[in-house]
């Protein structure tokens, strides 16, 4: 079975410039997480969305920060304009949801590493 | 509010000797899971274990075990007999039953094991 597929898996881009990071999530999950990971602030939840629609996206930065998704299989991060403390891995992960209040893991990307400079 | 601690920022062992690694949580739900993921150097997270929070049966896995005890809020991991191969960080983890399944994360423990 395929994982979670992000990509690109590198990105490295100039400062101001607009990024695009792409997910995959396991077919049949309902729920998508977007992580930012950083040797300061360790993994920081972004954005989470069930069932195509965002929930809590509390964990964005700021307004350069976007997500969508747009279908079940796929969901887009984007940063407009990219900063160099934007500089992170990006993960995605996905999960069957929950149902009656259980709990269910979540399955990570192999992720992006984003340089920007 | 959820908090995760693993007070190990980092360990360091000689292969075959036995490790554990702390996790202590807060909460205040009844209701909640436990979890752990290992992150290797090739950087992926892998998803180790779960419990809920009404069983705290401890669990063992080939060389891993988990030691779940609420009296006092922690879910340790021990290796046995640890391989260069366990060398990774390790993080514990925490969703709340009324949280969907938004997870907050432990800073992790970066285990060294030396050959």
């Known amino acids: 079975d395929a994982g979670v597929i992000q990509s690109p898996r590198h990105e490295v881009t100039e400062m101001g410039q607009e990024v695009t990071l792409r997910c995959k999530p396991i077919s049949g999950h309902n729920s998508l997480f977007w992580y930012r990971q950083t040797m300061m602030r360790g993994l920081e939840l972004l954005i989470y969305?069930?069932?195509?629609?965002?929930?809590?996206d509390s964990g964005m930065p700021e307004d350069r920060f976007s997500a969508k998704m747009p279908n079940a299989s796929f969901s887009t991060l984007k940063i407009q304009p990219s900063e160099p403390r934007d500089s992170a891995v990006y993960f995605c992960?996905?999960?069957?949801?929950?149902?009656?209040?259980?709990?269910?893991?979540?399955?990570f990307g192999p992720g992006t590493r984003l340089t920007v400079t | 509010a959820q908090k995760v601690t693993q007070a190990q920022t980092e360990i360091s062992v000689v292969e075959k000797e036995d490790v554990t690694l702390d996790c202590v949580y807060e909460t205040r739900d009844t209701t909640y899971y436990l979890f752990w993921y290992k992150q290797p150097p090739s950087g992926e997270l892998v998803f180790l274990i779960r419990r809920n929070s009404f069983d705290e049966q401890n669990e063992i896995s080939g060389r891993y075990s988990w030691n779940f005890q609420k009296s006092t809020s922690s879910f340790n991991f021990t290796i046995t007999a640890s391989q260069v191969v366990d060398s990774a960080v390790y993080f514990c983890?925490?969703?709340?039953?009324?949280?969907?399944?938004?997870?907050?994360f432990g800073g992790g423990t970066r285990l060294m094991v030396k050959p």
């Open positions: 969305f069930n069932n195509n629609v965002p929930i809590d």
């Open positions: 983890a925490l969703s709340e039953g009324n949280a969907g399944n938004m997870l907050t």
């Open positions: 992960a996905s999960s069957p949801g929950t149902v009656s209040g259980l709990s269910y893991e979540q399955y």
